[in-house]
């Protein structure tokens, strides 16, 4: 095993996740994604509130108390590429050695907001937002947003063009001033853009809208197993460019889903289990079979043994989580976007499991789905009752060894990566 940990590759892999790092633009937004555990983790936990109380005839889904219970969850994760963008645009500026970072992550957040949302009103004359591009579907867009008005104000600082205060007015008021000329000179080209795509597509579209439908329309005709494996890979690795994989193919998966989930419900109320049909479309579980997206729990398994101290921390706190599904914590705390080390594996280890997978139904071990199961539940459950066999259920945790074993190498590589760092950090500050 040491051969694989010190091979050529990986060490080569090694040496440019650390060259990543530095660049300040990536490592700006790396700190940004861990400094957002505390709304991630707030957001998990009353997202596995809500998943918990309507297993237990507490409450149920879309009545007083469950939407009461889940408004948290909508002010942290529905809102993450916010939360994420602010922090961002003030590491950013800090790095790019910018006067007022404060200034500069307010006007990041306007731009992204005004391009991300929609604003209208209802029947009843009360305003009305759509946040759904606040959320991780608009994260790749808020990125590129981030970028560019934090250039726009470092080219304006650079070149002295800001409205000037005299020397006796507060900072404060200076740097209110002085953020009025770059704010404008990245708000009108972005509004622009989104104004010209909003007005040639009759409204359909604007730019993070545009940009889903580009990256999903060619993926339609993807529907036979080998497409699957194409789709699924192509949404992992959308993820750890930060784009929302998911959602990416969510207008092609669902209808797909509901579709075999109906048929072969029809075919089980007329033969049972022997008349069930297997649509390749029951691969696409695979890619989140364990712990979420990219089959992350086996990931924070190890971590618990880690011996770097940052990634043992975001394990024990992904744990619970990650049992739901709900792997956010370890993907931001890791963190796995943009972290080539874990990336490959993040990938990797979905081919292997829906090949697994495959083999269990080609065997029939395992059988396909035929109830539509459309909530958070804990790893097995949903298996579990959308099939009412418990081959299905255990086999969710049977997947923790292959994608376990993919994940394995390259963790033991990020791990010591982390704790040289970390000792070196330590032996710094003991000088």
């Known amino acids: 095993m040491d051969g694989i940990f010190n091979s050529p590759v990986l060490i080569k892999l090694q040496e440019f996740g650390q060259k990543l790092g530095s660049n300040k633009f990536l490592s700006a937004l790396q700190g940004a994604m861990m400094s957002c555990m505390a709304p ?17 005839g507490i409450f149920q889904n879309g009545d007083a108390v469950y939407n009461v219970l889940y408004a948290p969850y909508h002010f942290t994760m529905d809102l993450l590429s916010l939360w994420i963008v602010l922090i961002m645009a003030y590491n950013y500026g800090k790095a790019l050695g910018l006067k007022s970072p404060i200034m500069t992550s307010v006007q990041t957040a306007i731009c992204f907001a005004l391009i991300a949302c929609t604003w209208g009103t209802n029947e009843a004359g009360a305003s009305v937002i759509d946040v759904t591009y606040l959320s991780s579907q608009g994260m ?44 404008a000179f990245a708000l009108i080209p972005l509004y622009a853009l989104e104004v010209i795509i909003s007005t040639s597509t009759g409204g359909a579209m604007g730019i993070c809208s545009g940009f889903m439908a580009i990256l999903s329309a060619p993926l339609n005709a993807l529907t036979s197993v080998p497409g699957m494996f194409v789709l699924c890979g192509f949404a992992a690795l959308l993820w750890c460019f930060g784009i929302h994989g998911t959602m990416v193919l969510m207008s092609v998966i669902l209808p797909m889903s509901m579709q075999a989930a109906t048929a072969n419900a029809a075919a089980y109320a007329a033969g049972g289990y022997d008349a069930l049909v297997f649509y390749p ?3 696409f579980g695979s890619m989140a079979i364990c712990g979420g997206s990219g ?91 959308s099939t009412l066999r418990w081959q299905n259920a255990i086999w969710d945790y049977l997947m923790l060894i292959p994608s376990g074993l993919v994940w394995y190498p390259f963790f033991k590589v990020y791990d010591n990566q982390l704790y040289k760092q970390e000792q070196e950090a330590l032996a710094a500050e003991a000088e």
């Open 40 to 56: 991630i983790m707030v957001g998990a936990i009353f997202s596995i509130i809500c998943a918990v109380g309507p297993m237990f």
């Open 140 to 183: 790749f867009v808020s990125f590129f947003v981030c970028w560019f008005v934090c250039q726009v104000e470092k080219f304006c600082q650079d070149h002295n063009v800001r409205i000037k205060m005299p020397d006796v007015c507060p900072p404060s008021l200076v740097n209110g001033f002085s953020a009025i000329l770059p704010l």
């Open 295 to 385: 089959n992350t729990l086996p990931l924070v398994l190890l971590g618990l043994k880690a011996k770097s101290e940052q990634i043992k921390a975001v394990s024990k706190i992904a744990l619970i989580p990650g049992w739901f599904g709900i792997n956010e914590p370890v993907t931001f705390g890791m963190p796995i976007m943009y972290n080539p080390i874990l990336c490959i594996p993040y990938v990797l280890n979905i081919f292997v499991v829906m090949l697994c997978t495959l083999i269990g139904y080609k065997v029939g071990f395992l059988v396909p789905g035929f109830v539509p199961i459309m909530t958070l539940m804990p790893m097995g459950f949903a298996s579990f009752l």
């Open 281 to 283: 479309i029951a691969l």
